[in-house]
């Protein structure tokens, strides 16, 4: 039956990532990071792997099983959550990536992406309230003036707070520039804010005092469009003679989500009684301008969720084959010999040597983008900066999909390994599935990030982004030739970035000359073909460090990076001719033909 | 919010389907068939269409919520079940297909798979306990003696009594050359029944009067193994003294399934008190034998399942794209106008495209098997029928497979054209989603129906099986080009089929000199590719039979047509390669390296 221990993810990998791999330390001789060693981020990883083993995941199958519960027109959430936020509070998990100046420990967003792993795979839904209060206050952080600091920013950074983003709208959806909730300003600063939202996670709760929504909304008279949205901050309770008071927003539906169960998802309304007070932050009409400035912290953190859901899933799978006997090798069938492992079935092997390549490949992706990240914002030397700036945009649709959309397949084969087991809830990964399945909708659906790739991202700077990511790819083979690693690894992957090299340039081309259709109707094999590409970049970086090494673990690591050599890699020449030959079947489709 | 209504599947679809393609009334030539005819397939199909739609479909979201209950040892299941089970006996399904001698209507599988279709895409579990019941009955049908059908046969085709099918063990699984159950001789004839059974699928309920389990078991000093095995009818209770009493069967668990829900999947205890009554079905030892008898049905009935619970999807996702506005095209983004629909965006109309590929390939191959079923059993000539049951035979791990593997895609994007509504439990998408899953799963995963169609099927009779299908999809491609369809469909499915002759030729031959492993190892990269030549073969039917049409729904099947060709036909040549290489990265992995 089902169990409530799990390594949730190796310890032994991520070490090896932070260390060997992207060799995080060497972050510290920047001023940014100059108070830290790795001195400093093994207690803290220590810390949050505690916790997500000892603490969050034993609470998980509860928290999903009986969801939040809308009473009186407030929310109450399980009741193991509000021990649990008080533990990620008194770690300091909030603002553990921000600066000491607001009351944070300076964390590389390397260190950080992986000890939120831990504690996402332990137990998502519990982790988020702490991950929507991050981004919310950063939000205030890097735009709000001083007074929204202190009334905001302080109380979320301490826990006493959560923050939401609260941007959808039910006739929007992804469509930010339709959103209608209207801003009225008024003589005493604050704007009168009206409208309604959904999807908003965490937007009402009974584990801290307040909750306060980041609000996408228009001020009258503002421009039509993309162009004339602002962002308020909008507490649930807003502070008169130091003591809140109700803010004029209702809950007004919760969503029956199909995972993250333990994280309400709220229809909310905004001023109902137009006593509904927001407090812009940033300029007017540069909401959101403001909030795309936090969009790649929040995708990376989306892949990181999806890394680390997968991660559960794989080694849930993995115990299974090893303890689960069943059946005889093909070729030895005889009934008087015991069962043998699954893990002996060649297809159950098959199954978990791809798990395995997506799951670590999509976690050292995170931590490679997540340090490229960590150089745009805090490198010295200006040009290191930009460059790592365009490799860090141009990998993040990438972080964010290819751990969704393969982690997803990563689920669905931990259901399958686990057989008619694994159809039930007895067990955990149908659970963890229903959790995967949204990372390819939020934050920008998979067809949005395609388009980010293939239109913006890929082609930014006059393709000096891709410039930058090739020659950090060539950069690495080499590396791994000077380190021995093989030429079955090395070679095919040279093959594949050249491939998708010469296509980026085609397809730019073709931008250029006024067919955007034509560049983009295959965006969605772009970014197949080119994350596929980018695990191989991953699993080189992985064999290069390893190399040498004689360990089960170093073998592992180079088998997983031959598999996704020989069996992933020749899917990308046929991917990039379908993209070069802008086949039209479905751009030519008349929707009355369905 | 969620819809009660919907045509489920296409109606226009499958009347083009068998009455254009696949020529059904030509079975009426048959001996079998001769009192049949388009006058007596329209209305059976009729009375489906209607009992789906407006009985078992409008049922479907409540079971689902509601699943059966476990109460005083007894199965309570869902209170609409029992109306619903009457409607179902009342137009005789269970027997449909079954001759007339027996109660039946001896309609061809081709017709009762597509009508059994719209039940299935209605409501699943609803439409499984006829299924089931069908299953076993037929069983008796088949290997009994006459005292048995009387007993058992004619009140389960009567719908007074249900069936099951009672193979798997706990320590067992798929595995069941293990299965422990043990039977003994009485003098009285019956043997006694002692062993335990999981994922019993109906194994008790309230609708009816009485269940009998087909239950697999070891009659004691059986040989080990696959050989030692035998049938049993095992009623849950027996008749004694014109009288039903208790059958010593007993539930010992019900497994709370993530899908399928309106239908107990239980945990079974036979002969706990030593009364438990079974009658042996067919010789002693043989009950593989006559189980396998029925795979190849129940393997069709689930690839059935499998393509009408991605019909519904399919469904639901056109009409939410049609009817959702949101967002702009990439290359008009004027925010004063109108949102488009979503349909207009070019990677929604993707989705939909590949959903129509799948799905409607998926049927025409569900119709053309079955096709191959009918003639396999009932053809009088006999070198027609032993190519029709080598070809059925072939086709079938396929026709199970690719609907579930292919479907579930399917019904994942359903989920993600929902988008964030998609997410959530008030949109049918996730219930089906659910559903679906188990089809790769239940009468032998996708890894066994891979060993099974490369290590058995397509190399069967020395290769007369694979022969006898190149004959007939070379036959359809002579037949396309004479119709005038389009070399850009029938030339990359020449080529394409061409390659799988060749690899086949070649992995056949490696296995005959001993290297089974090289062989098998990528048999699930070679049902993969099989699986998309045969689906291409499925939409040159369509369009060969659409040809010369201008209608908007033969437009639509030669754009699905050539999606198909142009984005999954140069898989084919990846894959092949992959399974000729005989790559080794999975043979090779020590578990220990994981």
New interface residues.
């Given amino acids: 039956m089902g169990t409530i221990d799990s390594t949730l993810i190796s310890d032994e990998l991520v070490d090896f990532l932070l260390y060997d791999v992207l060799d995080v330390t060497a972050l510290c001789t920047l001023p940014a990071f100059a108070e830290h060693g790795r001195d400093t981020f093994d207690p803290w990883l220590r810390t949050c792997r505690k916790l997500a083993r000892e603490v969050l995941f034993p609470a998980y199958r509860a928290m999903d099983a009986e969801p939040p519960q809308f009473v009186d027109g407030r929310v109450r959430v399980h009741p193991r959550m509000r021990a649990i936020w008080g533990e990620l509070v008194s770690i300091g998990l909030i603002a553990c990536a921000r600066p000491v100046e607001v009351g944070g420990q300076a964390l590389p967003m390397t260190i950080a992406a992986f000890a939120n792993a831990y504690l996402m795979a332990g137990n998502l839904s519990a982790f988020c309230y702490a991950g929507l209060t991050t981004g919310a206050a950063h939000l205030i952080e890097a735009f709000g003036n001083a007074e929204l600091k202190q009334t905001f920013m302080r109380p979320m950074y301490e826990g006493r707070y959560t923050g939401t983003m609260a941007l959808?709208e039910p006739q929007?959806?992804?469509?930010l520039?339709?959103i209608t909730t209207r801003a009225t300003p008024t003589p005493a600063g604050h704007h009168l804010i009206r409208g309604a939202k959904?999807?908003i996670s965490g937007g009402d709760h009974d584990i801290a005092e307040n909750v306060v929504h980041l609000v996408l909304a228009r001020i009258e008279g503002a421009p039509?469009?993309?162009k004339g949205i602002s962002l308020f901050a909008v507490p649930r309770e807003r502070i008169e003679a130091d003591k809140l008071v109700p803010n004029d927003v209702h809950v007004t539906g919760l969503?029956?989500?199909?995972?993250w169960r333990g994280l309400p998802s709220l229809a909310l309304s905004f001023g109902d009684a137009d006593d509904c007070h927001g407090w812009l932050v940033g300029a007017p009409n540069q909401g959101l301008r403001c909030m795309f400035q936090m969009m790649n912290e929040a995708r990376i953190m989306v892949g990181t969720n999806a890394a680390a859901t997968a991660s559960v899933a794989y080694q849930e799978a993995?115990r299974y084959?090893?303890d689960?006997r069943?059946?005889?090798s093909?070729?030895a069938?005889?009934?008087?010999s015991a069962?043998v492992?699954l893990?002996e079935?060649?297809?159950?092997?098959?199954m978990?040597?791809r798990q395995?390549a997506i799951v670590e490949g999509a976690l050292c992706l995170i931590g490679t983008t997540a340090r490229y990240a960590d150089l745009a914002e805090h490198e010295t030397d200006p040009q290191a900066k930009q460059s790592a700036k365009l490799v860090c945009d141009l990998l993040t649709p990438i972080a964010k999909t290819f751990p969704a959309e393969k982690g997803?397949e990563v689920n669905?084969l931990a259901?399958?390994i686990h057989?008619?087991y694994?159809?039930?809830?007895?067990y955990l990964p149908?659970a963890l599935?229903r959790d995967q399945?949204?990372n390819?909708?939020?934050e920008g659906?998979?067809?949005i990030q395609?388009?980010d790739l293939l239109?913006r991202k890929v082609v930014a700077g006059g393709g000096a982004a891709f410039a930058a990511l090739r020659d950090d790819v060539m950069r690495d083979l080499q590396r791994a030739r000077e380190a021995g690693v093989e030429s079955n690894v090395i070679d095919p992957l040279g093959t594949a970035f050249d491939c998708m090299a010469e296509l980026t340039l085609a397809l730019g081309s073709r931008g250029l000359q006024g067919d955007?259709?034509g560049m983009?109707?295959h965006?969605?094999?772009y970014l197949d073909a080119l994350s596929t590409v980018v695990n191989s970049w991953m699993w080189l970086k992985m064999v290069t460090a390893a190399a040498g090494r004689d360990s089960?673990?170093a073998?592992?690591l180079r088998?997983a990076a031959?598999?996704w050599a020989?069996?992933e890699l020749?899917?990308v020449?046929?991917l990039a001719?379908?993209c070069e030959?802008a086949?039209r079947?479905?751009?030519?489709?008349?929707?009355?033909?369905?």
Same sequence: chains 1, 2.
Avoid: C, M
């Fill in positions: 959808t929007a959806g992804s469509s520039a339709d959904i999807f039509l469009g993309s969503i029956h989500k199909i995972g993995l084959a090893l689960r069943q059946g005889r093909v070729t069938p005889d009934p008087t069962q492992q893990v079935h060649a297809d159950v092997r098959r978990l040597l395995k997803y669905v259901v399958q057989g008619g694994g159809y039930s809830s007895e149908e599935l399945k949204l390819s909708i939020h659906t998979t067809g395609s388009l239109g955007v259709d983009l109707s965006a969605n094999d089960d673990f073998k592992g088998q031959l598999y020989n069996t020749p899917r020449g046929v001719a379908l030959s086949e079947s479905y751009l030519d489709l008349d929707p009355a033909w369905l």
